[in-house]
Protein backbone atom coordinates (compact mmCIF):
# COMPACT_ATOMS: atom_id res chain seq x y z
CA UNK A 1 0.00 0.00 0.00
CA UNK A 2 1.24 3.37 -0.67
CA UNK A 3 0.25 6.55 1.78
CA UNK A 4 0.44 10.14 0.70
CA UNK A 5 0.75 13.15 2.27
CA UNK A 6 0.00 17.02 0.94
CA UNK A 7 1.31 20.12 1.95
CA UNK A 8 0.81 23.81 0.55
CA UNK A 9 -2.41 24.77 -0.52
CA UNK A 10 -3.98 28.21 1.42
CA UNK A 11 -5.45 31.35 0.37
CA UNK A 12 -3.72 33.82 -2.48
CA UNK A 13 -4.37 36.44 -4.73
CA UNK A 14 -5.16 36.23 -8.59
CA UNK A 15 -1.75 36.43 -10.24
CA UNK A 16 -0.07 34.79 -7.15
CA UNK A 17 2.21 31.49 -6.87
CA UNK A 18 1.92 28.45 -4.60
CA UNK A 19 3.76 25.10 -4.27
CA UNK A 20 1.89 22.04 -3.86
CA UNK A 21 3.88 18.77 -2.09
CA UNK A 22 3.12 14.89 -2.24
CA UNK A 23 4.79 12.47 -0.29
CA UNK A 24 4.52 9.25 -0.88
CA UNK A 25 5.54 6.19 1.69
CA UNK A 26 4.73 2.61 1.77
CA UNK A 27 5.19 0.33 -1.11
CA UNK A 28 6.60 3.29 -3.41
CA UNK A 29 8.32 0.98 -5.85
CA UNK A 30 4.99 0.05 -6.89
CA UNK A 31 3.87 3.55 -8.14
CA UNK A 32 4.30 4.24 -12.10
CA UNK A 33 2.59 7.82 -12.34
CA UNK A 34 2.44 10.75 -10.02
CA UNK A 35 -0.47 13.88 -10.62
CA UNK A 36 -2.19 16.18 -9.22
CA UNK A 37 -5.84 16.17 -9.61
CA UNK A 38 -9.10 18.85 -8.49
CA UNK A 39 -12.32 19.22 -7.38
CA UNK A 40 -14.40 22.41 -7.69
CA UNK A 41 -17.17 22.59 -5.85
CA UNK A 42 -20.23 21.38 -8.00
CA UNK A 43 -18.02 19.91 -10.65
CA UNK A 44 -16.15 16.55 -11.33
CA UNK A 45 -12.76 15.84 -10.35
CA UNK A 46 -10.61 16.66 -12.94
CA UNK A 47 -6.61 15.55 -13.96
CA UNK A 48 -4.43 19.11 -13.61
CA UNK A 49 -1.02 17.36 -14.02
CA UNK A 50 0.80 14.22 -13.86
CA UNK A 51 4.38 13.00 -14.04
CA UNK A 52 5.81 9.40 -15.05
CA UNK A 53 8.40 7.55 -13.63
CA UNK A 54 10.26 8.60 -16.65
CA UNK A 55 9.34 12.05 -16.28
CA UNK A 56 6.98 12.76 -19.16
CA UNK A 57 4.26 15.32 -17.83
CA UNK A 58 0.46 15.58 -18.57
CA UNK A 59 -1.07 19.10 -18.54
CA UNK A 60 -5.05 19.91 -18.63
CA UNK A 61 -5.62 22.61 -21.30
CA UNK A 62 -6.51 25.00 -18.70
CA UNK A 63 -2.89 24.96 -16.14
CA UNK A 64 -0.26 24.74 -19.21
CA UNK A 65 1.89 27.66 -18.92
CA UNK A 66 1.35 28.17 -15.53
CA UNK A 67 1.51 25.20 -13.65
CA UNK A 68 4.63 22.44 -13.55
CA UNK A 69 4.63 19.55 -11.77
CA UNK A 70 8.22 17.73 -11.02
CA UNK A 71 8.93 14.68 -9.20
CA UNK A 72 11.91 13.25 -7.03
CA UNK A 73 11.95 9.80 -6.93
CA UNK A 74 14.81 9.66 -4.13
CA UNK A 75 11.98 11.63 -1.88
CA UNK A 76 9.18 9.29 -3.31
CA UNK A 77 7.22 13.04 -3.81
CA UNK A 78 5.73 14.93 -6.55
CA UNK A 79 5.08 18.57 -6.45
CA UNK A 80 2.77 20.90 -8.08
CA UNK A 81 4.17 25.09 -8.97
CA UNK A 82 0.91 26.89 -9.43
CA UNK A 83 1.80 30.41 -10.75
CA UNK A 84 -0.32 33.07 -12.17
CA UNK A 85 -3.33 31.40 -10.26
CA UNK A 86 -6.80 32.35 -11.10
CA UNK A 87 -10.49 32.91 -9.00
CA UNK A 88 -11.17 29.82 -11.03
CA UNK A 89 -8.51 27.43 -10.30
CA UNK A 90 -10.54 27.22 -6.81
CA UNK A 91 -10.37 24.00 -5.45
CA UNK A 92 -9.76 21.15 -3.26
CA UNK A 93 -5.92 18.95 -5.11
CA UNK A 94 -5.76 16.44 -4.61
CA UNK A 95 -2.85 13.79 -5.07
CA UNK A 96 -3.00 10.82 -6.64
CA UNK A 97 -0.21 7.78 -7.69
CA UNK A 98 -1.07 5.07 -10.00
CA UNK A 99 0.40 1.65 -9.82
CA UNK A 100 1.82 -0.95 -12.56
CA UNK A 101 -1.69 -2.30 -11.89
CA UNK A 102 -3.38 0.72 -12.25
CA UNK A 103 -4.40 0.85 -8.91
CA UNK A 104 -4.80 4.71 -7.62
CA UNK A 105 -4.03 6.01 -4.11
CA UNK A 106 -5.40 9.44 -3.37
CA UNK A 107 -3.88 11.99 -0.82
CA UNK A 108 -6.74 13.78 1.57
CA UNK A 109 -7.34 17.19 -0.33
CA UNK A 110 -5.52 20.48 0.06
CA UNK A 111 -7.70 23.64 -0.16
CA UNK A 112 -6.35 26.17 -2.70
CA UNK A 113 -8.24 29.31 -2.66
CA UNK A 114 -7.18 32.44 -5.41
CA UNK A 115 -9.45 35.17 -4.50
CA UNK A 116 -10.27 37.76 -6.99
Known amino acids: QVQLVESGGGLVQAGGSLRLSCAAS????????MGWYRQAPGKQRELVAS???????TYADSVKDRFTASRSNAKDTVYLQMNSLKPEDTAVYYC??????????WGQGTQVTVSS
Open 51 to 57: ISSGGIT
Open 96 to 105: NTRSWILHDT
Open 26 to 33: GNTLSIKT
